[in-house]
């Protein structure tokens, strides 16, 4: 209500084309409440830079960290919290691929019964992924609730929580993404891979992982450092607890 756009997709199809070119920033805010979307909101491919990008974030105080009660509210999506987007089995809650330098925070997200799909996909060059609560209820063995594709992606100080099933962080070809701060977990049953990738330059550290079959599995390299897991199976690094 009261909102430039109705939904993500309207504002992702309102900016332009070559950001660089028409030097602006587009910064797109989702008031508190619920968004609840029947298709994957996806933005179309654009010229960007780290300071002429898109940046899609809750609404100056409605984001779930302004609530009154931050600091005894349970980590987990609540609409009625904080600035909340949810679908349902779409192949991509949001899709920030084709847009580099893409920022998206402050939010809860959930794609519900995500059998074969993600919550985000945030693939752009340089994306940043950061403050978010981003859940999926019964995920299938195979199913990435987070994914980071290319390299200079940061993925941060957010909450990735499957309630079954389900790999939480996948890191592919990205040779210098940073997983860092992040609280990746499996609350119901357990979930395949906290964090998967195959890339060893990627940086993986000062992350809680639990509730998974295997806390983190793939191709890492010494990068992987100072996690705490539930499980003896980080396959290399230093300093990471394990119980």
Not at 83 to 91: E, F, P, Y
Request: hydrophobic residues 40%; proline residues 2%.
């Amino acid at each position: 209500t009261g909102c430039d756009y109705t939904t993500p997709q309207a504002f992702l199809d309102a900016t332009p084309s070559n950001l660089v070119t028409a030097d602006q920033q587009w910064i797109g805010r989702v008031r508190i409440g619920e968004i609840v979307l029947t298709v994957g909101q996806v933005c179309a491919a654009r010229t960007t830079d780290p300071t002429r990008n898109i940046i899609l974030e809750a609404y100056p105080g409605e984001g779930i960290a302004d609530h009154a009660n931050k600091l005894t509210n349970a980590l987990f999506y609540d609409a009625t919290k904080g600035a909340a987007i949810r679908g349902n089995q779409l192949a991509a809650l949001i899709n920030m691929s084709a847009a580099a330098y893409s920022v998206v925070r402050g939010l809860q997200l959930s794609n519900t019964d995500a059998s074969s799909s993600s919550v985000i996909t945030a693939t752009g060059t340089g994306s940043v992924v950061e403050a978010n609560v981003i859940r999926t209820a019964s995920a299938g063995t195979n199913t990435v609730i987070v994914e980071v594709y290319v390299g200079g992606q940061v993925l941060r100080n957010t909450v990735v929580a499957t309630a079954g099933g389900g790999i939480g962080v996948s890191v592919s070809y990205a040779s210098d993404a940073v997983v860092e701060a992040n609280t990746i977990c499996a609350t119901g049953a357990a979930g395949n891979f906290g964090v998967y990738t195959d890339s060893s330059g990627s940086i993986v550290k000062n992350n809680m992982i639990f509730g998974f079959s295997t806390a983190a599995n793939g191709g890492f390299g010494s990068n992987v450092q100072y996690n705490m897991a539930s499980n003896a199976s980080f396959p290399s690094g230093s300093n990471n607890l394990v119980s």
